[in-house]
């Protein structure tokens, strides 16, 4: 009853000059509204490069052949014969801490089904590759050590390959021909889409390995050899083996530069993400400070207020209001008034995200925690900007109050 009644008074105090009360709440509908809608944005941000980094591979870590001269320029790119499957077994045998490899050999070629022709991606993989990259299949399954051992001329494609070489037809089980060499199409996988780099990762088809070398590329080179982890916390000390592993193997004296190039995507992604986090709080920064300018405009009124109720405050003190119960009334006021800003400024950041979905076509990503967040805030404006012209007015000579025309 007494929050209920402070209340009650002070929005009837509040209501006696309308208009004064709802352009001074403007100022915290905006800030309220434009941290909603920048938060979201930077917040979608963020859930793009987790996705990715989830999407990444199972504690990948990728060799490449070709190393990187000491400038930081790729070195043996094309043709590169620096990897083999030796080097991919012994790694798997030798180094701890490596649960799963995958050899690759890929480029480019030309996919021909009932006249139709598409241009793409092969890669050449054995079974692991699938657990690895975390690529899943969505119709039929993919191949096995046995097509690897038997070089068998069977595929998996991708979405886009399967939807531009047969449309409403289902690929599994139909034969599509690969440089003149026919091959059985075993599944299709699961659509990702576009990478941040803009790469359509559903336009490629995977082969075992052996098939890649044997019938496309006529290479027994590596282009790459992809390996998994058995933890995140085994990557960097399985890439300082893998590193010493293969100089040893192939012959680097010391000082000389590496003749392949060892990554992990997840280090990358994981900078990426601690960015979009700091992104995310600058933004959410930059709109806060239009929540100290509403609650300027807060304590600019509240003063004004005091000023013209200089007499009303004189006769309460007088008549045996206490100093508590003045700067009570006041702070009061205050604080309804950046409470109901802030829910309005929920309302406008919740409009706001809708419109800019929408018409500008934003990724926005809205969480519960921050519109709370956002309306607390904007209390806590009102107390704390709301306090200092309460005190003002439980300072007051009674006797001055009462004598002030």
């Not at 999407?55 to 070195?75: F, K, Q, S, T």
């Not at 009334?329 to 109901?340: H, R, T």
């Not at 829910?343 to 921050?370: D, E, K």
């Amino acid at each position: 009853m007494f929050f209920s009644t402070i209340f009650q008074e002070a929005l009837k105090a509040l209501l006696r000059n309308k208009v004064r009360t709802v352009l001074t709440m403007l100022g915290i509908v905006a800030g309220v509204g434009s941290f909603i809608c920048v938060v979201g944005v930077g917040e979608a941000g963020s859930k793009q490069v987790e996705e990715q980094l989830h999407n990444v591979g199972d504690n990948l870590i990728w060799l490449e052949a070709g190393g990187r001269a000491r400038n930081g320029v790729r070195i043996g790119v094309a043709d590169s014969q620096s990897l083999t499957m030796g080097d991919c077994r012994a790694v798997l045998d030798e180094v701890p801490g490596i649960k799963n490899a995958s050899p690759n050999v890929d480029g480019h070629i030309q996919v021909v089904y009932a006249g139709e022709n598409w241009g793409t991606q092969f890669r050449g993989v054995s079974p692991e590759y699938f657990d690895i990259r975390k690529w899943r299949i969505a119709q039929g399954a993919a191949f096995i050590d046995d097509d690897v051992e038997h070089a068998a001329t069977v595929c998996v494609i991708g979405q886009t390959i399967a939807s531009n070489l047969f449309g409403p037809t289902n690929p599994v089980g139909q034969t599509i021909r690969v440089q003149g060499v026919p091959f059985k199409v075993l599944g299709v996988m699961q659509g990702r889409g576009f990478s941040t780099t803009g790469q359509d990762q559903d336009d490629f088809m995977v082969m075992p390995v052996t098939t890649a070398q044997k019938r496309i590329s006529g290479q027994d080179w590596l282009d790459d050899i992809y390996y998994s982890a058995a933890s995140r916390d085994d990557i960097p000390e399985a890439k300082k083996r893998i590193i010493a592993l293969l100089r040893e193997r192939h012959h680097l004296r010391a000082g000389q530069d590496d003749d392949f190039n060892i990554r992990t995507p997840e280090e990358v992604i994981r900078a990426q993400l601690s960015a979009a986090h700091v992104f995310t709080l600058l933004l959410g920064s930059a709109a806060s400070l239009s929540l100290l300018v509403g609650g300027i405009g807060i304590m600019n009124i509240m003063l004004v207020s005091v000023t013209e109720r200089t007499r009303e405050i004189g006769i309460r003190l007088a008549v045996g209001a206490t100093e508590g119960d003045i700067q009570l009334q006041f702070l009061s006021e205050a604080i309804v008034m950046s409470l109901i800003g802030g829910v309005m400024g929920v309302v406008a950041g919740l409009i706001g995200s809708v419109l800019a979905r929408h018409l500008l076509h934003w990724q926005l990503q809205l969480s519960q925690n921050v519109m709370l967040i956002a309306a607390l805030f904007s209390g806590a404006v009102g107390v704390f900007f709301g306090y200092y012209p309460a005190r003002k007015a439980s300072q007051l000579d009674p006797i001055e109050g009462l004598r002030f025309e």
